[in-house]
């Protein structure tokens, strides 16, 4: 049985990050980037505009940051889930991310391995938050 496609939103101000991510995604059938933003302003817009499945966030995003278009975006679209992927592995900024409603957390320094396990994970209806 074929997976239903996941429509995916990917967030992030570094360019080459953005390509990482679209790169490992790209790897699975069932998994489609239908969007990408570079700020948290753009990270709404294209959340409203597209309506994707999942949204992949950095925290530390120009004009606002991740965790404040996390709240925005809960509010528009609860049922599109949000895995942060961020540089910041400080328990609380973690806390506040779940907190907001994200259904996972993957540390940049993890995103080789962790990033494909986070989005199966959270699809299938789990949370997900890496070990680092």
């Not at 996941?6 to 490992?24: E, M, N, S, Y």
């Not at 975006?73 to 900024?93: G, H, M, N, W, Y």
């Amino acid at each position: 049985m074929q997976p239903t496609l996941v429509r995916i939103l990917v967030v992030d101000d570094f360019g080459p990050i953005r390509q990482f991510v679209c790169a490992a995604l790209g790897k699975r059938q069932h998994l489609q980037v239908v969007g990408e933003a570079s700020d948290g302003l753009e990270a709404i817009q294209k959340a409203v505009e597209l309506k994707p499945d999942l949204i992949l966030l950095d925290i530390g995003l120009p004009t606002l940051n991740g965790l404040e278009a996390a709240r925005q975006i809960r509010k528009l679209l609860p049922e599109s889930k949000i895995i942060f992927l961020s540089q910041e592995s400080s328990a609380d900024v973690v806390q506040e991310a779940l907190k907001i409603g994200a259904r996972g957390y993957v540390v940049k320094a993890g995103a080789a391995t962790g990033l494909l396990t986070a989005v199966e994970a959270v699809i299938s209806g789990k949370q997900y938050v890496s070990s680092e």
